[in-house]
């Protein structure tokens, strides 16, 4: 079965500071991967998504993230957080026969001014 | 723009009610989903469906059943609410397996 690890539960940047946050998942072919935000009180939107070709993805907000296939991750990265950016990241994994995603327990960033 | 609306934002039931949540999408997609959410464990998957009438069990299925009598609607049922059923409950849907999931605002359920 696949699984997800996010291995920081909260990560505090200062606005304008650069961002990472880290995704491993487990399984045995090619993943479908995914990144979400949600806001507080708010249900989940979708920041990106890799299903094959380019390991380089751009989203939503000016947010990337790098498929590693040998290291079997999918972090997300954005150059510059903006205070709008404080929420939870959740990062999913979906499978070729699997007809659901399997989720992350979650990053909460908060963000300093 | 795609919606997903859940019934209940906020929802207070006491221990044995039979509870109700319902889903429903505006984008004729085929697939919907139900997770609950908790802090520290993400999103868990009860149930979704592929299809009306047609369920499959998710990861944590106890203790809940699933209606889905037309494509539009997806309805998840405490059949005897516990205080351990207290969370977020988040519907989604897809229009196809593994694409982009729209997830409905949450409901959150406390059984007292």
């Known amino acids: 079965a696949q699984s997800v690890t996010q291995p920081d539960i909260h990560i505090t940047v200062s606005e304008g500071a650069s961002l990472e946050l880290r995704c491993n998942y487990s399984?045995?072919?090619?993943?479908?991967l995914f990144w979400y935000v949600q806001s507080p009180g708010q249900g989940l939107q979708l920041l990106l998504k890799?299903?094959?070709?380019?390991?380089l993805v751009q989203g939503i907000k000016g947010f990337e993230a790098e498929f590693k296939r040998s290291q079997s991750s999918f972090n997300l990265r954005k150059p510059s957080v903006h205070w709008s950016d404080a929420a939870e990241y959740f990062c999913?994994?979906?499978?070729?026969?699997?007809?659901?995603?399997?989720f992350g327990t979650g990053t909460r960033l908060q963000v300093t001014l | 723009d795609v919606k997903v609306t859940q019934s209940s934002r906020y929802l207070v039931k006491r221990t044995g009610e039979k509870v109700f949540l319902e889903c429903v999408q505006d984008?004729?997609?085929?697939?919907m989903f139900w997770y609950r959410q908790d802090p520290g464990l993400g999103l868990r998957l009860i149930y979704f469906?592929?299809?009306?009438?047609?369920?499959e069990k998710g990861d944590i299925p106890e203790g809940y059943s699933v209606s889905r009598e037309k494509k539009e609607r997806f309805s998840l049922i405490l059949e005897s609410a516990s205080t351990n059923q207290t969370s977020m409950y988040l519907c989604?849907?897809?229009?196809?397996?593994?694409?982009?999931?729209?997830f409905g605002q949450g409901t959150r359920l406390t059984v007292v």
């Open positions: 999913a994994v979906g499978t070729g026969t699997a007809s659901k995603l399997t």
């Open positions: 469906s592929y299809d009306v009438k047609m369920k």
């Open positions: 399984y045995g072919a090619t993943p479908y």
């Open positions: 989604a849907s897809t229009l196809l397996l593994n694409t982009e999931a729209f």
């Open positions: 890799y299903f094959s070709g380019d390991t």
């Open positions: 984008m004729d997609h085929e697939n």
